[in-house]
T-cell receptor, first 110, second 115 residues
Framework: GQQLNQSPQSMFIQEGEDVSMNCTSSSIFNTWLWYKQDPGEGPVLLIALYKAGELTSNGRLTAQFGITRKDSFLNISASIPSDVGIYFCAGRQGAQKLVFGQGTRLTINP | GAVVSQHPSRVICKSGTSVKIECRSLDFQATTMFWYRQFPKKSLMLMATSNEGSKATYEQGVEKDKFLINHASLTLSTLTVTSAHPEDSSFYIC???????????FGQGTRLTVV
C-alpha cells in the first residue's frame, strides 16, 4: 500500500532551537495534514494543506505543501518544553483514506 | 477546531467479554468516521471506515465479525470488540471528518486492556 517516509524518526534538541521534519511519498497527494500526539492521547491537528506550494503558519509552526505534491515539511521555531511529543504527517489522495507517516518523536532538553 | 469525544478513555475487561467504544462529533456532523489501532511507539493503523447509514469498510486483515462498527447517526459511531482476547489489548482511536476531502479530527483514544 501507499507509504509516507517521515524523517527524522526522533530528535533531541535544546529548548529554543528550531525544528524541521519532513515527509516524502512516491505518490501524489492532494492533502497534507500535520498532527501532534501526546502520550495516551489522540492526535491533534496542527496544520492542513490543500494546494501545492501552499505555506501555512500556526503560531510557531510552519508547514508547506511541496510543489511536486509528493512531500511536505513542518518547522517549529524557538522550541519550548510543551512541544515535546510525536508528530505525524498524513497525506490523502482525493477522497481516499489518510496515509500516515511513521512519526517523529521530539525530545527537548531544558 | 472541531471536537471529537471518545469514551471510555480506559477500559479493562475479561477475556471473552465484549467492549463498546463510542466516538462522538460534538460540534459538527461527521459523514465519515474512521477507527484506528495504535501499537506502542508505532503509527496509526486504519481498521475501518464508516459512513453514516451504511456498512463499514474494513481494511485487509481486520476481522469484521470481531470488530463491529456502527455509524447510526451523523454524530455517533461505535466500535465493539467482541469476545476480546489479550492480544486485542491496544490503543484504539477514532477520527471524524465532515467530508471525504476535509480534515480529520481525532478522539482522545481508548486504552483497552484484556485480562
Amino acid at each position: 500500500g501507499q507509504q509516507l517516509n517521515q524523517s527524522p524518526q526522533s530528535m533531541f534538541i535544546q529548548e529554543g532551537e528550531d525544528v524541521s521534519m519532513n515527509c516524502t511519498s512516491s505518490s501524489i497527494f492532494n492533502t497534507w495534514l500535520w498532527y501532534k500526539q501526546d502520550p495516551g492521547e489522540g492526535p491533534v491537528l496542527l496544520i492542513a494543506l490543500y494546494k501545492a506550494g501552499e505555506l501555512t503558519s500556526n503560531g510557531r509552526l510552519t508547514a508547506q505543501f511541496g510543489i511536486t505534491r509528493k512531500d511536505s515539511f513542518l518547522n517549529i521555531s524557538a522550541s519550548i518544553p510543551s512541544d515535546v511529543g510525536i508528530y505525524f504527517c498524513a497525506g490523502r489522495q482525493g477522497a481516499q483514506k489518510l496515509v500516515f507517516g511513521q512519526g517523529t518523536r521530539l525530545t527537548i532538553n531544558p | 477546531g472541531a471536537v471529537v469525544s471518545q469514551h471510555p478513555s480506559r477500559v479493562i475487561c475479561k477475556s471473552g467479554t465484549s467492549v463498546k467504544i463510542e466516538c462522538r462529533s460534538l460540534d459538527f456532523q461527521a459523514t465519515t468516521m474512521f477507527w484506528y489501532r495504535q501499537f506502542p511507539k508505532k503509527s496509526l493503523m486504519l481498521m475501518a471506515t464508516s459512513n453514516e447509514g451504511s456498512k463499514a469498510t474494513y481494511e485487509q486483515g481486520v476481522e469484521k465479525d470481531k470488530f463491529l462498527i456502527n455509524h447510526a447517526s451523523l454524530t455517533l459511531s461505535t466500535l465493539t470488540v467482541t469476545s476480546a482476547h489479550p492480544e486485542d489489548s491496544s490503543f484504539y482511536i477514532c477520527s471524524a471528518s465532515t467530508g471525504p476531502r476535509r480534515e480529520a479530527f481525532f478522539g482522545q483514544g481508548t486504552r483497552l486492556t484484556v485480562v
